[in-house]
């Protein structure tokens, strides 16, 4: 079997998407998610002008090689676009792989090890009474796991608490120019026990609650939000610092035994390793499109499970069904997997993707079609096309950036 046409297709039902799609000479197609919240035209390019050329002739059954090729052959590794990239190529030719061989692709990782896959749904409140209701609407819609995101007194807008839909994913701006919002680390610090308290206080002890920090505080101050939140036991606390300094994980490891979970913007295995090989985390959150494929993804899995780590892919609404049935099929067959982020995604982009996976009661499973069973409505995709839209930057009152 050769690769006889590959092609990258934009669209935006809503939020963009970057789509590849590679076709053998035997008629089959594989799609890959190559979209990059923010960047997506960087990837689009670098598919285009640097990988799409060399993809075609080669045999698409050759996972580990092209892998490799495209890693190694770059001279340049690493980095979100590049990994993004090479991540579209991968799962396209996974899907290949086990169309070709009339299995979904979990039964080529290893098959099932589980029955069906658990997800955390996102709830968010401009104030509490706010957030305890989304949390409440998630519990209805089966949730077994929710993440509490909370305006803080005082801020205009924070990460995860949007003011247009309950879905907790960042608004996207469709604009030239991202929009600028404002953070103040102590009020948050002085807010986020109170959060939790009355989310204990309404829901009791026993429901899984996760919260997304986003990189926002120095590694003294995620000590602090970690102790401060241990009486309320989370099931998480995600990305409390900027983890390209490893040390930061070490401080904050050592005052506080709350759940740790980094990794969302990591693009390689070695963003992790002491992370892991110290255990200074208890879940990895790289999502396939973002880590550089399944290929790539599965490794990690298998090296965070010798330290007793689990797997927590990234799924937000910028993740697309492409990227998120991978993700489905992988979580279904590792050993240790611990939980799936999943908000779903609008009616349009489920027509433009139509995708085998199911979402049923809080839990998703990736469904029997060959392959990783996604359908893209090309016609419709096209009737959407590309609008530039950024994510917000964070500036402190005095005006200083800060991470967002
Ligand atoms: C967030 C993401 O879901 C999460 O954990 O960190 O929503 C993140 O803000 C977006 O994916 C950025 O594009
Ligand atoms: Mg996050």
Request: hydrophobic share 40%.
């Amino acid at each position: 079997m050769r690769i006889v046409d590959a092609k990258v297709m934009v669209t935006s039902p809503g939020r963009n998407f970057v789509t590849l799609e590679l076709t053998t000479d035997e008629g089959l197609t594989g799609l890959g998610d190559a979209t990059l919240n923010g960047r997506e035209l960087a990837v689009v390019s670098y598919l285009e002008d640097h990988v799409m050329p060399l993809l075609v002739g080669l045999d698409p059954h050759r996972v580990e090689d092209t892998w490799q090729s495209l890693y190694r052959g770059a001279y340049w590794r690493r980095g979100p676009v590049t990994m993004a990239a090479i991540a579209a190529v991968d799962v396209a030719l996974w899907d290949i792989k086990a169309k070709a061989a009339g299995l979904p692709l979990y039964q080529l990782l290893g098959g099932a090890s589980r029955d069906r896959v658990g997800t955390y749904g996102h709830a968010n409140g401009r104030d509490i009474p706010e957030l305890l209701d989304s949390v409440r609407a998630r519990l209805a819609e089966g949730y077994p796991a929710v993440r509490v995101q909370s305006g803080i007194p005082g801020l205009k807008a924070v990460y995860g608490v949007s003011s247009t839909d309950d879905s907790g994913s960042p608004v996207m701006h469709q604009q030239a120019r991202p929009l600028v919002e404002d953070w103040d680390t102590d009020a948050y610090l002085r807010h986020m026990p109170n959060v939790l308290e009355a989310v204990r206080a309404e829901f009791g002890p026993g429901l899984p609650l996760l919260h997304d920090a986003h990189h926002r505080l120095t590694p003294v101050q995620a000590a602090r939000l970690g102790k401060d939140l241990e009486p309320y036991h989370l099931f998480w606390l995600e990305d409390c610092t900027p983890a390209e300094n490893q040390e930061a994980l070490r401080i904050v490891r050592r005052h506080t035994t709350t759940p740790l979970a980094v990794g969302e913007v990591f693009n390689t295995v070695y963003d992790y390793q002491a992370l892991i090989t110290e255990q200074l985390i208890d879940y990895v959150r790289s999502a396939v499109t973002h880590f550089g494929g399944v290929t790539p993804l599965r490794k990690l899995f298998d090296f965070a499970a010798q330290y007793q780590i689990r797997s927590a892919i990234h799924g937000p609404q910028d993740i697309s069904p492409v990227g998120m049935a991978a993700a489905v099929h992988l979580d279904l067959a590792v050993h240790n997997f611990g939980i799936q982020e999943y908000s779903g995604h609008t009616p349009l982009t489920e027509e433009v993707f139509r995708h085998a996976y199911t979402f049923e009661d809080g839990y998703l499973h990736p469904g029997e079609a060959p392959g990783i069973g996604v359908e893209l409505d090309e016609e419709l995709a096209a009737a959407h096309p590309y609008e530039a839209a950024y994510l917000p930057v964070n500036r402190l009152h005095d005006g200083t950036v800060h991470d967002w």
